[in-house]
């Protein structure tokens, strides 16, 4: 098969969902093995290392589109991103299995997952999210760490001794996955995007597009992946927990980086459509969230239904 072929492209595409689903497996049992042997929540560890080490995809791309081609690629795909996990991630796990929202998502961290969403669409509303833009936000995702490294210690704290010595220990297997799952999740994640891109990009259609669909789609598919088997498996705290942290360290840490390598500009067709979704999405999952203190497959289909919505609308 010659290279850049569509049969090629096609190919990644297979092989990049294979490696997705592979790699979420692992990485979903080996945190869920790390958290009992450490004694923190499975929310806790979904809203940090899961979240974090899902969101890998959303700073390559965006770092290597800014650097390479434009920072509509970065921005494109980190708006896109935080909209489809809200939309497509949370919909489709909801779909699967109502997730149960904690008490500590709730009350720590969504208001940061709100805070970034206003941020961001703040520090843009210029047209230009510069050096100064980007250390704000990474000031604000210090703010962020402090406030869960602060909730670990004192569950830490509250673990009695007849507890300790009933957690099973650390296993370097679940190390090993938890690695395993997140290189898996790279790489098939930077597959299936790369074929997806040169797809659309010899179809003709913009850098701003692509990065809102197809990268912003690819990049959530580790978010998408881990949040789908955690809901198959009955562990709803890792797919909520993990979609409020990506998007908070998408923002925060994504965007606060790229603004630092390179000043984004924020287009008039961005802030007069792309950022009022992103504030309408936020808020929806809020209410959602809040009314119940669960994510119903009512809920769900809610979301699927208004992300295919947001799609629709987008398509030139």
Known sequence: MPLGSPLTEIVLLAVGV?????????????????????????????????????????????????????????????????????????????????????????????????????????????????????????????????????????????ISAGEREEMPDAEPRDVAAVIGGIVALVLGSRWLIEGGRELLAAAGFTDLFIGLTVLAIGTSLPELAASVVAAVRDEASFSVGNVVGSNIYNVLAVIGILALIAPINVSASVRAFEFPALIAFTLLLVGLMYRGRRLSRADGAILVVAYVGFIYLLIP
């Open 18 to 158: 294979a490696l997705l689903y592979a790699g979420a497996e692992l990485l979903v049992s080996g945190a869920r093995d790390l958290a009992l042997a450490v004694g923190l929540k499975a929310s806790t560890v979904g809203v940090t290392v899961v979240a974090f080490a899902t969101t890998a995809p959303e700073l390559f791309v965006a770092v290597l589109g800014a650097v390479t081609v434009s920072t509509d690629i970065g921005l494109g795909a980190i708006v896109g991103s935080n909209i489809a996990n809200v939309g497509l991630v949370l919909g489709v796990a909801a779909l699967i299995r109502p997730l149960e929202v904690s008490e500590t998502v709730l009350e720590r961290h969504v208001p940061f997952m709100v805070l970034a969403a206003v941020l961001l669409v703040a520090l843009g509303w210029d047209g230009r999210i510069g050096p100064v833009e980007g250390v704000v936000l990474l000031v604000t995702l210090v703010g962020f760490t402090f406030v869960v490294l602060r909730r670990i210690r004192r569950t830490q704290a509250g």
